[in-house]
């Protein structure tokens, strides 16, 4: 089984100030790691993913993160955050053959302050 | 966006009464997802399908059972529904392997 630690519940910053949103993965076998924002009342929408290959991985809205083996991490960064990054932020993990379903962490709420 | 609706997208009901959640998806995606999502605990897996009658349980199936008749129809039913089950439910739909999970707008249940 695998499991997924967002270290942080809510991550204060100040607008045009960069952010980094951490994830810690445990499993025993390879993953697949994604990350998901969530804007209120929305569903999920998808940020990054990292499958294989070069472990620094871009996404969308300006946001990378890198895939660190050793330390069994994926943190999320953002050079300089806007207004409209104010979401919660979810790390997710596949594991195996990646079919079966996702494993999230409990969610980071991203606060932009002006 | 990717097409995937769910209805109702909100429900009030009493304990004790059954439920039916609908996921429709005009994607033709083979696999299709509930999960439920509550503070502190962020997104849990009820069940998945991995094909027209093809189920498995995740995570948090006590309760719950789901039907798919047809690939683009995925039902969550709650057969006698408690408090501890006022959630908001996802549906989610891939390809599977390492595709991309696209997530439905979500159904908020409250259940008195």
């Known amino acids: 089984a695998q499991s997924v630690t967002q270290l942080d519940s809510q991550v204060p910053v100040f607008e045009e100030a960069p952010v980094e949103l951490r994830c810690n993965y445990s499993s025993s076998v390879s993953v697949y790691l994604f990350w998901y924002v969530q804007y209120p009342n929305q569903g999920l929408q998808l940020l990054l993913k990292?499958?294989?290959?070069?472990?620094l991985v871009k996404g969308i809205n300006g946001f990378e993160a890198e895939f660190n083996k050793s330390q069994t991490s994926f943190h999320l960064r953002k050079p300089s955050v806007h207004i409209s990054d104010t979401a919660e932020y979810f790390c997710a993990v596949s594991a195996g053959g990646g079919a079966d379903g996702l494993t999230f962490g409990k969610g980071t709420h991203l606060i932009i302050q002006p | 966006d990717a097409g995937i609706t769910q209805s109702p997208r909100h429900k009030v009901t009493e304990t004790g009464t059954p439920v039916t959640l609908r996921c429709h998806q005009t994607e033709n995606h083979r696999y299709m997802y509930w999960y439920r999502q509550d503070p502190g605990h962020g997104l849990r897996l009820i069940h998945y399908s991995y094909g027209v009658k093809d189920t498995d349980k995740g995570e948090v199936s006590d309760g719950y059972s789901v039907s798919r008749s047809k690939t683009e129809d995925f039902l969550l039913t709650l057969e006698s529904a408690t408090s501890s089950q006022t959630s908001v439910y996802f549906c989610a739909i891939s390809t599977g392997g390492a595709d991309t999970q696209y997530f439905g707008p979500g159904t908020r249940l409250t259940v008195l």
């Open positions: 990292y499958l294989s290959g070069s472990t």
